[in-house]
């Protein structure tokens, strides 16, 4: 997903143009994001029957894996402010059958519960989306029973992916580039110390860290680059004109190739789990 200084409308917009993509690269997507999902289970610390919030869940994850771990005694409600993206989520869940496993449509900047309801909330590569991170964590903490904990992934500085990305689309681009540390992107909270030292200021208490290699595994150039043109980057080609579409193609395939590993193409990342207790 292309960064976006953005309001919830033009936000959800752009990501119901992205459930397509999405749903169509699951298997790179969900393998390459789940690279988090030890360390952010084990910060969850999971029990059977505990009520779980999933906030930007997107095509269902972690939302799914959680309804899985905390089995049907347990409730999981997955949020998120795009339909598209519900969808998918709800055709993967249904599949699975689990009946403890919800979703609704909801902006993360303004969630309102009528009371504190669970034990645990999650948001896999989510929260970085959001308009305004310390509004929406204090909305969190509001979901959160006494003791509750919130356990955040987001990517780390160490990311050739969407560096490259940037790069091969530089040359190509009329308007700057929008500073990314401050602009709802990926790139968010990428600094060492930016979202615990939110955590901090909110009131969460025992704020902890964690650092995460991840590795995402294309079957080919080809595949690489047609994923980020369906998914990250699909809002970057359609403002640009063919030859530009096709030269920004031939840039990607270049500066990915140093990752080809045998047969396959693998693009290591690093990512955080950040991870508190409710104010
Ligand atoms: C990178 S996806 C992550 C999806 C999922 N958690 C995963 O790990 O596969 C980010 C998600 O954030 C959602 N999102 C963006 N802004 C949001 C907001 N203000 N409120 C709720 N969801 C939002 C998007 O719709 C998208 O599904």
Redesign the pocket.
């Known amino acids: ?1 292309s960064a976006r200084h ?1 309001p ?1 409308a033009p ?2 917009e752009a ?2 143009r ?2 397509v993509g ?1 749903e169509r690269w699951e298997p790179v ?2 393998h390459s ?2 690279s988090i999902d030890a360390p952010l289970f084990r910060a969850l610390a999971l029990e059977p029957g505990q009520r779980v919030i ?10 799914i894996a959680i309804a899985q771990w905390v089995g049907r005694r347990g409730r999981v409600l997955g ?4 339909e ?3 969808a998918v989520a709800r055709r993967r869940a249904r599949i699975l059958r689990l009946p403890q496993l919800r979703f609704r449509r ?6 309102r519960l009528r009371g504190p309801r669970f034990d645990r909330a999650v ?4 929260l ?4 305004d991170p310390p509004a ?1 964590l204090r909305s969190i903490a509001r979901c959160l029973k006494p003791g509750g904990r919130l356990v955040v ?1 987001v990517w780390g500085l160490n990311n050739p992916g969407p560096a490259l990305r940037a790069e091969a689309l530089r040359p190509l681009q009329e308007e700057p580039a929008a500073d990314a540390a401050t602009t ?1 992107g ?1 790139a968010r909270f990428a600094r060492p110390g930016v979202l615990e030292r939110l955590f901090e200021q909110v009131g969460y208490r025992d704020v902890e860290s964690e650092i995460v290699a991840t590795c995402a595994t294309h079957a080919s150039l080809d595949d690489l680059v047609a994923m980020q043109r369906e998914t990250s980057m699909r809002e970057s080609f359609a403002r640009l004109r063919a030859d530009h579409k096709r030269r920004l193609q031939s840039r990607l395939r270049r500066l990915f190739r140093p990752f080809v590993d045998g047969r396959v193409v693998r693009v290591p990342g690093e990512a955080r789990v950040v991870s508190g207790v409710r104010p």
């Open positions: 997903m953005a919830a936000e959800r990501w119901n992205d459930a999405w997507l969900m994001l789940g999933d906030f930007a869940c997107g095509t269902g994850d972690p939302a949020v998120d402010v795009s598209g993206m519900l909801a902006d993360m900047d303004r969630f948001s896999r590569f989510g970085m989306f959001a308009g929406t992934a709802p990926p």
